[in-house]
């Protein structure tokens, strides 16, 4: 078995064990993390009816476009799109939020997702 494949693997575990005691309901949604090696994608979901109501990432043609974040470092990016997130929940309606993050451990990027997020004025 290669060390990616045993990489993901317990990452999906971590996840599992984290999603049984996670869930996002209208009232209070979930915050998704996911990063891979270059780009940061953060959701807001209401898992009682599956739907989604915020999407934000940094591959998103308005986030590259931005010279706020032109050139910074990840970490900075990932910043931003949390921030861009809390924004667009707020617009919504959404001011409270269960956080997932997705089986990545808590820190660098999926850490600064979260602290944008509750920059912008979401709590978590």
Do not use: W
Not at 56 to 62: G, H, I, L, R, V
């Amino acid at each position: 078995m290669s060390t990616v494949n045993k990489k993901m693997q317990l990452r999906q575990r971590r996840k599992n064990r984290i999603r049984k005691k996670i869930f996002g309901t209208t009232e209070r949604p979930r915050l998704s993390v996911f990063r891979s090696a270059r780009h940061v994608f953060a959701q807001i979901i209401d898992d009682t009816r599956g739907h989604t109501f915020v999407v934000a990432s940094t591959n998103e043609k308005a986030v590259k476009e931005n010279l706020e974040i032109a050139g910074k470092k990840k970490s900075e990016r990932a910043n931003y799109v949390g921030r861009l997130a809390a924004q667009r929940a707020l617009e919504k309606g959404i001011t409270a939020v269960v956080f997932d993050r997705g089986g990545f451990l808590y820190h660098g990027r999926v850490k600064a997702v979260l602290e944008g997020a509750r920059e912008a004025g979401l709590k978590c």
